[in-house]
C-alpha cells in the first residue's frame, strides 16, 4: 500500500489532508517534540499542538505536556485498530435500525474530493467497461492507472486516450497496449472519461496533480450526459491533440456491439487496403422501407478517431454498405442522419 492510499484509509475515519500528514509524521518518528513533527509534516508547530489534542481525544497518540518541551508518542497501531473497530462494531446495529432501503435512480450524480478517489473511480469504471472508453487526463497520471488501461484494452474495449502536458516528445514505445489508439497534447487538459456511453467523470486536472488543490470531480451515470462528454472529446480536443500510437488492426472476422469500435477496425483495414464487408443488425432510420439486417461491402468510412480524418465533423462516426447495387449509410445509436442505426456490426476481410 503506497502513502497516497494509505491516506485515503485514513481520511475515511474523519482525518483531513493535514491532520493525516501530521498523524504519519508522528508515526514515523516516534516519541517526538512538536518542532520535529512540525518539520516533517510541513505545517506549523502551533498547529501540531492542536491537532495532537485532537488525535489525542481519539485514541491515535499520547499529549505528555508535563515534559518540557512537549512530548508527543504515537499508540501503538493495534490499539489503534482495536478501537477503530469496535466504534465500527457498535455503530452498525444503530445505522441497520435506521436504514430503509429504496430502488435507486439510474441517474446518478457525485461530487469527488479528494485525488485518491478520483483515481480509484477511474480505475473502478475503467475495470467495468464493455464497449468503450474516451479519457483525457495529465501524462504525470498515466503510471498510476496503466495496468487497469492495459487489462481494458485486452478485453477487447476501444480506448481512445489523450495523454495532457506531456513534456517533449512521448516516448511511443512505452504507450503500446495502453490504449487503442493515444494523443498528446502539451497544454493541461480537462479530466475527462466516459464509459459505454452511460457513464462519465470530470475534473479539473489540477486535482490529479496538485496535492493542495481545492477543485472538486463530478461523476455521473447518466445515458443522456455521458454523450455529451464524449462529444465534447471528440470535438474540442481530440482533433487537436497528436496522434501518438495506434494499435494494429484486429484479426477478422469480429463482431462489434460498441459501433465506434467497428467504425475504428474497418479505418484500420481499410489502411492496409484490405476490403471489408460488413454485416449490421439493426433497424432503418425514419420511414426507411429496409430490413433489419444488411451486409455487403464497406465502399466508404466517415470517421475523425484515427488519421488520416475522413468525416466532416469530429463527432461523425459512419460507413457506407453497397448491397446489391444499391448503397446505405450506417450510423451508431441516435443515428438520424444515415439509412440506418447498427446495433451489432460483425466485419470480415472480403475474398477477392
Known amino acids: 500500500m503506497d502513502d497516497d492510499e494509505l491516506a485515503d484509509l485514513l481520511e475515511r475515519f474523519g482525518l483531513s489532508e493535514k491532520e493525516t500528514d501530521t498523524y504519519l509524521a508522528i508515526l514515523e518518528h516516534g516519541e517526538s517534540k512538536a518542532s520535529t513533527i512540525a518539520d516533517a509534516a510541513d505545517v506549523s508547530k502551533r498547529y501540531v499542538y492542536s491537532i495532537s489534542e485532537e488525535l489525542e481525544e481519539r485514541g491515535f497518540v499520547e499529549v505528555d505536556d508535563h515534559a518540557v518541551p512537549t512530548v508527543i508518542r504515537p499508540v501503538q497501531p493495534e490499539t489503534v485498530v482495536e478501537r477503530l473497530t469496535?466504534?465500527?462494531?457498535?455503530?452498525?446495529?444503530?445505522?441497520?435500525s435506521r436504514?430503509?432501503?429504496?430502488?435507486?435512480?439510474?441517474?446518478q450524480f457525485e461530487v469527488i474530493k479528494s485525488r485518491q478517489t478520483v483515481i480509484k473511480r477511474i480505475e473502478s469504471l475503467l475495470a467495468n467497461a464493455e464497449t468503450e472508453v474516451t479519457l483525457s487526463l495529465p501524462a504525470e497520471v498515466l503510471?498510476?492507472?496503466?495496468?487497469?488501461?492495459?487489462?481494458?484494452?485486452?478485453?477487447?474495449?476501444?480506448?481512445?486516450?489523450?495523454?495532457?502536458?506531456?513534456?517533449?516528445?512521448?516516448?511511443?514505445a512505452s504507450l503500446a497496449g495502453t490504449a487503442s489508439t493515444v494523443r498528446t497534447w502539451d497544454a493541461l487538459v480537462p479530466t475527462m472519461l466516459t464509459v459505454d456511453g452511460r457513464h462519465g467523470l470530470l475534473a479539473p486536472s489540477q486535482?490529479?496533480?496538485?496535492?493542495a488543490s481545492d477543485t472538486r470531480a463530478i461523476a455521473i451515470s447518466q445515458e443522456q450526459l455521458a454523450p455529451v462528454l464524449a462529444g465534447s472529446f471528440l470535438a474540442n480536443y481530440w482533433p487537436t491533440a497528436e496522434e501518438r500510437y495506434v494499435t494494429t488492426p484486429n484479426e477478422l472476422p469480429c463482431t462489434y456491439e460498441g459501433f465506434r469500435s467497428a467504425v475504428f477496425q474497418i479505418a484500420l483495414h481499410r489502411a492496409t487496403d484490405t476490403r471489408i464487408e460488413a454485416s449490421v443488425t439493426g433497424s432503418p432510420v425514419g420511414?426507411?422501407?429496409?430490413?433489419?439486417?444488411?451486409?455487403?461491402?464497406?465502399?466508404?468510412?466517415?470517421?475523425?478517431?484515427?488519421?488520416?480524418?475522413s468525416s466532416t465533423l469530429p463527432i461523425e462516426n459512419a460507413f457506407e454498405l453497397e448491397v446489391d447495387g444499391d448503397r446505405y449509410t450506417v450510423g451508431g445509436t441516435g443515428a438520424f442522419l444515415e439509412d440506418y442505426e447498427a446495433e451489432s456490426v460483425t466485419i470480415r476481410a472480403l475474398e477477392e
Request: aromatic share 2%; hydrophobic share 35%; glycine share 6%.
Open 86 to 96: 469496535r466504534s465500527v462494531e457498535e455503530i452498525e446495529p444503530e445505522l441497520e
Open 99 to 107: 436504514f430503509t432501503a429504496t430502488e435507486r435512480s439510474g441517474e
Open 143 to 172: 503510471p498510476r492507472i496503466r495496468s487497469t488501461l492495459e487489462a481494458t484494452v485486452d478485453r477487447g474495449v476501444l480506448v481512445l486516450l489523450l495523454l495532457g502536458a506531456t513534456e517533449g516528445d512521448q516516448d511511443i
Open 207 to 211: 486535482i490529479l496533480t496538485t496535492s
Open 287 to 309: 420511414d426507411r422501407d429496409l430490413p433489419s439486417s444488411l451486409s455487403g461491402e464497406v465502399v466508404e468510412v466517415r470517421q475523425s478517431l484515427v488519421r488520416p480524418v
